[in-house]
């Protein structure tokens, strides 16, 4: 069964740090472009970031650039969110997403499959 | 950035009944790039349509999707009970480097 669990989710302080991870299962984990995604309470979704199959291209939404870091570890099926610099406005479910086609662009094609998705609270 | 506007916010509709949901960008999106996703209270979303009009593995053949250009549309031909959720559109014609994607607003079916 193809399946994305995020974990790492949690409480935070503004200013902080928190590290969100997504482990993959399912299919060749290298072979996928993915995404972050998030839904503030109650709001629409909302692109995050977004990174190769082999990890050497990244892409991120203008409201996390410079704060934000989205990686991948392809040995350990594991995709990672870095998020520094934490803003009230950062507050929201994060899931992760696997692009369905492994010949198109990054960030270039819908998501067919989503993790269940992790809360970030940033608040003092 | 190109900017989805979907219409109505909100659908009161009966089971057995048609609803008719649109996604208007607010530029051309590139090679009919879009997709649909329905999203239930408390879960992630999930994918219905893509390019378009292409129908995602598992989907029922109620589901339809149609347009180009700046103006789409997601058909129910009949609403399920099941059906009663929140719908997005998503367009990845323009993105990254030179573009982002970027999600509608949603509408969300209601029992009437």
């Known amino acids: 069964e193809v399946q994305l669990v995020e974990s790492g989710g949690g409480l935070v302080q503004p200013g902080g740090s928190l590290r969100l991870s997504c482990a993959a299962s399912?299919?060749?984990?290298?072979?996928?472009?993915m995404s972050w995604v998030r839904q503030a309470p109650g709001k629409g979704l909302e692109w995050v970031s977004a990174?190769?199959?082999?990890?050497?291209?990244?892409y991120y939404a203008d409201s996390v650039k410079g704060r934000f870091t989205i990686s991948r570890d392809n040995s350990k099926n594991t995709l990672y969110l870095q998020m520094n610099s934490l803003r009230a406005e950062d507050t929201a479910v994060y899931y992760c997403?696997?692009?369905?086609?492994?010949?198109?662009?990054?960030?270039?094609?819908?998501?067919?499959?989503w993790g269940q998705g992790t809360m970030v609270t940033v608040s003092s | 950035e190109i900017v989805l506007t979907q219409s109505p916010a909100t659908l009161s509709l009966s089971p057995g009944e048609r609803a008719t949901l649109s996604c208007g960008a607010s530029?051309?999106?590139?090679?009919?790039?879009l997709a649909w996703y329905q999203q239930k209270p408390g879960l992630a979303p999930r994918l219905l349509i893509y390019?378009?009009?292409s129908r995602a593995t598992g989907i029922p053949d109620r589901f339809s999707g149609s347009g180009s250009g700046t103006d789409f549309t997601l058909t129910i031909s009949r609403l399920e009970p099941e059906d009663f959720a929140v719908y997005y559109c998503?367009?990845?014609?323009?993105?990254?480097?030179?573009?982002?994607?970027?999600f509608g607003g949603g509408t969300k079916v209601e029992i009437k």
């Open positions: 997403a696997k692009q369905p086609d492994p010949l198109r662009a990054v960030a270039g094609d819908a998501f067919d499959i």
């Open positions: 399912g299919f060749t984990f290298s072979s996928y472009a």
């Open positions: 990174i190769s199959g082999s990890g050497g291209s990244t």
């Open positions: 530029q051309s999106v590139s090679s009919s790039y």
């Open positions: 390019d378009a009009s």
């Open positions: 998503q367009q990845y014609g323009s993105s990254p480097p030179l573009g982002t994607l970027t």
